[in-house]
Structures are given as C-alpha cells and as structure tokens.
C-alpha cells in the first residue's frame, strides 16, 4: 500500500468512527464496504463495517465483518463485545457468551460486559455462574439498573425472594417507569405473603401499560 493510501484510509477510519458515535453510521458503509474490498487485510474496516451493520440492526452481515476483524487481531476486545452484542441479538446464546468470556477476562472491571455475560448464561442455563456475575456487576455498580433486575428475578424464580426483594426494590426505585421492574417486585412480594404491597405494584405495573390520557 503506497503512503497516500495508507493516509486515505486512516482518514476514513478516523471519520468512520466519529460518524458511528454520532449515529450517522449509515453514510459510512459505502465507503467502508469499498475499502474491505480493496483492502481486506485491514482489521479495523472490518470492525467498523460489522459495527456500523449493527447499528443498522443488520446482524447477519455486521457478524461476519466483526469475525474477520477477531482473524485478523484476535486480541480485538472491542470486536468481541459487538460481535457477542451481534450474536446476542440473533439469538445465538452459547457463542455470544464465549465472545464475552473473553472480554471479561481482559477487562473484569467492565461492567457492561460482565452484564452481557450473565445475560447470556441465565438463557443457556448457566444460572449460578449468571448469578456469580450480576452480584459482581452490583458490587461495582450498585446503581445498575438491568443488573439488578436480573438479579432480583432469578432469585425469585430459584424460591430466594427475601434475596431477590432489595435488588427488586432498586431497580423499581432507579426506572420508577418499568413496567417490568414493578411487575417482578409484585412477584417477589406475593411471594412473600405481603399480599397488600403486592397488589400496589402490580397496580403501578398495569397503569405503565396504559396509554397515557388524552
């Protein structure tokens, strides 16, 4: 690759990027998908078309364009959390969770990751490992949302609800606006014989599920 080159396509990557972030993904797949063509060997086109893909919901060609870019640098994290993120959506569980095992692994202070991890354990039947990960998620960020109400739920389902009630109650009090997050801590409540506080939730459940008045 002569120099010009090389500059051009830095400047694309550069501009692809920013373009992402900003949402405007769709712009840049044209000129992504010419310079993977081109240059198939640069690892990073292939991760910025797999992302921009993704962004577009496009899974089935973002996957394909994030594991050449894993080939091509197989120490690519970020390439693994979007392609784990890809594969999550497709439903494609058991894959997805090696992509975040590796993630983890590197980055175990991630939070986000860790929570994608655990995601995709309690859909593959890995639910004590799934536990083990969302408490850590809780202990590092004890305001995460999704987190807790994971958490609260499993323990539920698994006849811990005196377990499951604080991490129920703080993800009702962090989205007051969660249908479902007042709908499990009903659960959790009734299943604790506190018939009256049950009630009072599932009522804040249904009234999220009514639109609002004229």
Do not use: C
């Not at 081109?38 to 577009?56: C, F, N, T």
């Not at 004890?142 to 389902?157: E, K, S, V």
């Amino acid at each position: 690759m002569d120099p010009r080159t090389r500059i051009s396509i830095a400047n694309d990557m550069h501009d692809a990027n920013i373009a992402i972030e900003n949402g405007e993904h769709l712009k840049v797949i044209p000129v992504l998908e010419r310079i993977v063509k081109s240059e198939p060997q640069i690892h990073v086109a292939h991760y910025y078309l797999g992302m921009a893909y993704a962004r577009d919901r496009n899974y089935t060609r973002a996957i394909p364009e994030l594991r050449k870019a894993i080939e091509l640098q197989p120490d690519a994290i970020m390439a693994h959390y979007e392609i784990g993120v890809a594969l999550f959506e497709v439903g494609d569980w058991e894959t997805a969770a090696t992509h975040f095992e590796i993630v983890v692994d590197k980055n175990p202070k991630w939070a986000d990751a860790r929570f994608s991890l655990a995601s995709v354990q309690a859909r593959t039947d890995r639910i004590p490992d799934a536990l083990a990960n969302l408490v850590l998620v809780v202990e590092q960020k004890p305001d995460h949302y999704r987190a807790n109400l994971l958490l609260g739920r499993i323990l539920t389902l698994k006849g811990q609800a005196d377990v499951a009630l604080p991490y129920l109650q703080k993800a009702a009090a962090l989205h007051a606006d969660s249908r479902e997050a007042h709908a499990f801590l009903a659960d959790a409540l009734e299943r604790l014989g506190r018939a009256a506080d049950a009630q009072r939730e599932r009522a804040r459940a249904a009234a999220l599920k009514r639109p609002p008045a004229p």
